[in-house]
């Protein structure tokens, strides 16, 4: 395996059935908050008036570009949305993909959603004093379908622990059928 430094940026792009998929680097050595430098945001200029794909630009950061719901969160996001929105405008971008608050939260960027993944470790607890920071032990992930047409939609998955979290119910296929064919359109 391959040691990056820290100080080196970490960006790429991939087409993915039709996707531009770019990684964007914003990450600042030594530092728990994110910025966009000029170096990222040319990259990512340069990539979306690259040749045109079929479906659309997914744009991917570690920091997310919009208002958090605790203290420290707000102070760990993306610092300079409004350089990542000037970018984006006009462009092909579907959906902005973002992390590090480990918490699911849904936004948008100058008319682009931007989808904000729980975390794999622990679930921040935003109900709690926003000038307090607590996480619960959990694990999530979020399921993100972006449509030919552009469309986006996103599912939050949370990890159940069996220790923790007794079943509320369990309904068998046959069960389910019923239940939508009575409950369903007609």
């Given at each position: 395996?391959e040691h990056t430094p ?80 000037e970018v984006l405008d ?97």
């Amino acid at each position: 395996m391959e040691h990056t430094p820290p100080e080196v940026p970490v960006s790429g792009q991939s087409t993915v059935h039709g996707f531009r998929i770019v990684t964007v680097d914003t990450s600042v050595p030594g530092a728990g908050y994110g910025h966009l430098d000029e170096t990222a945001l040319e990259r990512l200029r340069t990539a979306l008036t690259g040749e045109p794909t079929a479906h659309g630009t997914v744009v991917v950061l570690h920091h997310p570009p919009v208002p958090s719901p605790t203290l420290l969160h707000e102070a760990l996001r993306l610092q300079n949305p409004e350089d990542l929105a000037e970018v984006l405008d006009g462009s092909d971008v579907r959906v902005v993909l973002g992390g590090h608050q480990h918490h699911h939260a849904v936004g948008s960027l100058g008319g682009i959603p931007v989808l904000v993944a729980p975390g794999v470790a622990n679930d921040t607890d935003v109900v709690g004093p926003y000038d307090e920071e607590s996480a619960h032990v959990a694990a999530g992930a979020l399921i993100v379908d972006v449509a030919p047409d552009g469309s986006v939609w996103s599912t939050p998955v949370r990890v159940p622990q069996p220790d923790a979290d007794p079943l509320a119910f369990a309904l068998d296929a046959e069960t389910v059928a019923r239940i939508a064919e009575q409950a369903g359109p007609r």
